[in-house]
């Protein structure tokens, strides 16, 4: 069984090509040190002394950048290439993690945090549109896993040792971990990464199945709005949860570090086999149903199951599971929607999605906790997963063959 269990593991990364490889190491560098996030509520409520509805208004100054940055990255990309956007936000964005960690007022923070943001998120639609350069059609979903088993193993070695580093040498060190990292990344991107011209495909030349703006794509706003409203429920894990972990499961920083890292173990360990699994069964949109369900009802076992080491487990399981069942379909859907001479504006709008949510999740997740409670937060969440699964299983009805 085991046995089994690691030779399809091993098959579902065969076939990739060495410059997917070379970016999932990339990444994984990267994301080994991007740890600031995950602890920026804390930061800024402990560290800092903001009020929650301070530290929500700056958390959400990352979405507010991260908008921008998926706009502007998405423009770049489209018309400098994603080799030049990619390369100049993983230095910039090093040099700015210096700056922040020198910040300790509101205002200046959350305009630094907005110009951080920018430059850093760049980098996303950029970066799919690389992916989509080096990669064939037929293997994009599972490069695309990698690509995300890359980001998720660095975040649970990072998110394990941030918790540590924290509590030994203070929140600012990892500041001075995150921009090393970010600098060290834009250094072998450079020296290993060649830039390769994605080939212009006959569909692209003779397709008038979409509009040739992402913007008049009413099909693709569409689906957009759904996976917002799944993302507003995730977005929680990153913000208001660990909030909830300290007021609420009263975990340490170090306890708090190592579930988040589970998060990342799991990701690594089950999601390339079961991409690979789905893709062949051809069920994206029952993927995506099932994933956003179990991302939004998660929540909810703290409501009728309470509080426990058990309970913490069962949801980062679930939520884990939503996670890696959803996301890259959702990526690789917003992929093939596209065209070469409009990737950068589609990536650039799925972009902008994630950084909307990451906008009003925070905010308006502290805010709701402050004025009601958790348990009601968690409701809102299941809700809008509901409304997502009937707006997935409509778009799945009107979907044309471009998808």
Same mark, same amino acid.
């Given at each position: 069984m085991l046995s089994s269990f690691i030779k399809y593991y091993g098959d579902s990364f065969r076939g990739l $090509?060495? %410059? $997917?490889? @070379?970016? #999932?190491? =990339? $990444? @994984? =560098?990267?994301r080994s040190g991007s740890v600031v996030f995950l602890f920026l509520t804390i930061y800024l409520? &402990? &560290? @800092?002394?903001? $009020?929650? !509805?301070? #530290? !929500?208004?700056a958390a959400s100054c990352y979405g507010v950048g991260s908008v921008l940055g998926a706009y502007v990255g998405g423009y770049l990309t489209d018309r400098i290439g994603y080799y030049k956007v990619m390369l100049g936000s993983l230095f910039f964005v090093g040099i700015m993690f210096f700056v922040i960690m020198n910040i300790d007022s509101f205002i200046p923070f959350c305009i630094v945090m907005i110009i951080t943001t920018l430059i850093g998120d760049s980098y996303r639609p950029a970066s799919a549109a690389a992916l989509s350069a080096y990669e064939n059609k037929e293997n994009l979903t599972r490069a695309l896993s990698l690509y995300r088993l890359a980001i998720n193993l660095g975040f649970s070695m990072g998110g394990a040792g941030a918790g540590i580093i924290a509590g030994y040498w203070g929140y600012k060190s990892l500041f001075v971990i995150d921009g090393l990292t970010c600098i060290i990344a834009a250094i072998l991107f450079f020296v290993l990464m060649a830039y390769k011209k &994605? +080939? @212009?495909? +006959? %569909?692209? =030349?003779n397709s008038t199945t979409v509009p040739r703006s992402a913007y008049k794509d009413y099909w693709y706003l569409g689906f957009l709005f759904c996976m917002f409203l799944l993302a507003f429920g995730f977005m929680q894990l990153l913000y208001t949860f660990p909030v909830f972990s300290r007021e609420e499961l009263l975990l340490t920083k170090q306890e708090f570090g190592v579930f988040m890292a589970f998060n990342g173990i799991l990701i690594c360990i089950l999601e390339m086999p079961l991409i690979a699994y789905l893709t062949q069964l051809k069920k994206e949109y029952i993927s995506l149903i099932i994933g956003g369900i179990m991302i939004c009802f998660s929540f909810l076992l703290f409501t009728f199951l309470g509080y426990s080491i058990f309970v913490i487990i069962l949801f980062m399981i679930l939520i884990s599971v939503g996670e890696i069942i959803n996301f890259p379909f959702s990526y690789s859907i917003a992929i093939r929607r596209s065209q070469i001479t409009n990737r950068g504006q589609y990536m650039g709008l799925y972009s902008i999605m994630f950084s909307i949510s990451a906008i009003i999740a925070p905010w308006l997740g502290l805010i709701i906790v402050e004025n009601y409670s958790y348990d009601i937060l968690w409701s809102i969440v299941a809700i809008l997963g509901l409304i997502s699964t009937f707006g997935f299983l409509l778009l799945r009805s009107k979907q044309n063959n471009k998808v």
């Open positions: $090509t060495k %410059e $997917t490889w @070379l970016l #999932a190491f =990339i $990444t @994984l =560098i990267n409520t &402990e &560290e @800092l002394h903001f $009020t929650k !509805g301070q #530290a !929500g208004i &994605e +080939e @212009l495909k +006959e %569909e692209d =030349i």
